[in-house]
């Protein structure tokens, strides 16, 4: 065991010195206040300034369900470039034509990982949050069991009628809890960034505004009762206008991006630092130079959202740890990871210990 994790040790010392200089390149096109962001862990990044006026969502990497979504010519963040518009009709609850799901989670996504996931929303002084539960879904994150392959729900924060928020664990305490002070604007540029750390008994949910934190909910079960093996595996946002929509409206978000810290992943400086001292993505936005995704795992189907009713199931296995293999080929060392499903080779050789 000792021989394999001076192997491994070795190995990823040779992984970071790629990962250099994959930030570095990454910091060529990508501008924070701080000076401090590091786009490995960004997974995904979009800014929709690159596609053509009209463009589906839907055709590119990771993203579907968004019928009526398109990028369009118009309130790019900040007054430049181009935005994503997503449209609703009155009385239309909007699955598949509102809002967008992403899909293109690493696997392994669990207990002890933690996303964030930031976005700039603009909606018109006149739109109207109102749905007849209480809160408009709109950053949702999705979880199903890696066994047997159980929706689990989802992490949410909802927007109130009120512009404020409140957060909700389906499959868990189903207890509402109020994230006010984001009031969300109208008529103007807003960025929000959410971070969720997986885990059923000291998880955390939190929600910054504009790069301000604006509360932290911590000790609480973000898996879901019953199980502490379920993973993410989708954004959900505004996909579902609760009772329907009570006018035909439409709103634009800007400047989507993901990162990831779990599931395998070993890229462990992070991006930018809250007053707080909590690690999110920030304000940071990119200019001409844009990074490419990050090895992202293909896109899972996306399950059809069960709501609000969930069935009790029975706990199922802890999730798998990552198991290294090695064998000895062509006098060079293999270690398989299978969790994320990378292939490492080195020169380096054996040394029985
Ligand atoms: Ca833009």
Not at 208 to 224: A, C, E, R, S
Not at 227 to 256: C, H, I, M, W
């Amino acid at each position: 065991m000792r021989l394999l994790t001076g192997l491994v040790a070795t190995l990823l010392l040779s992984c970071s010195v790629q990962g250099a200089n994959d930030m570095a390149q990454a910091k060529a096109g990508f501008k924070t206040k701080a000076g401090s962001t590091n786009l490995s862990k960004i997974i995904r990044y979009e800014n929709f300034d690159d596609y053509e006026s009209g463009t589906k969502l839907s055709t590119l990497p990771g993203f579907s369900a968004c019928a009526n979504t398109s990028v369009v010519d118009k309130l790019g963040y900040a007054g430049g470039g181009k935005s994503l518009r997503t449209w609703i009709a009155a009385g239309d609850e909007g699955w598949g034509r509102f809002g967008f799901e992403y899909t293109a989670i690493p696997k392994g996504v669990s207990t002890g990982s933690t996303i964030w996931w930031r976005q700039a929303f603009w909606v018109p002084a006149d739109f109207n949050f109102r749905t007849n539960s209480g809160s408009l879904k709109w950053f949702r994150i999705g979880r199903r069991t890696i066994q047997g392959d159980k929706n689990r729900g989802c992490t949410e924060l909802q927007l109130k009628a009120d512009g404020n928020w409140r957060s909700l664990v389906e499959y868990d305490h189903d207890q509402w809890t109020n994230f006010d002070g984001a009031k969300m604007p109208r008529g103007t540029w807003a960025m929000y960034e959410k971070s969720v750390f997986f885990h059923p008994t000291e998880g955390s949910i939190t929600l910054w505004k504009d790069g301000k934190l604006v509360k932290k909910q911590t000790g609480i079960n973000t898996i879901g009762s019953g199980v502490n093996t379920a993973q993410v595996t989708r954004l959900l946002f505004s996909t579902y206008f609760n009772g329907g929509s009570p006018k035909t409206q439409e709103a634009y978000t800007d400047e989507f991006a993901l990162a990831i810290d779990g599931g395998g992943r070993k890229d462990s400086v992070f991006l930018d630092t809250d007053a707080q001292g909590n690690k999110f993505i920030g304000m940071a936005t990119a200019d001409q130079t844009l990074p490419p995704p990050i090895d992202p795992d293909p896109p899972i189907d996306p399950p059809p959202i069960i709501d609000p009713e969930p069935p009790v199931e029975p706990p199922v296995e802890p999730p798998g740890v990552i198991e290294d293999a090695i064998t000895l080929a062509h006098g060079k060392t293999v270690v398989h990871i299978r969790e994320d499903e990378v292939l490492i080779t080195s020169d380096k050789p054996i040394i029985q210990g």
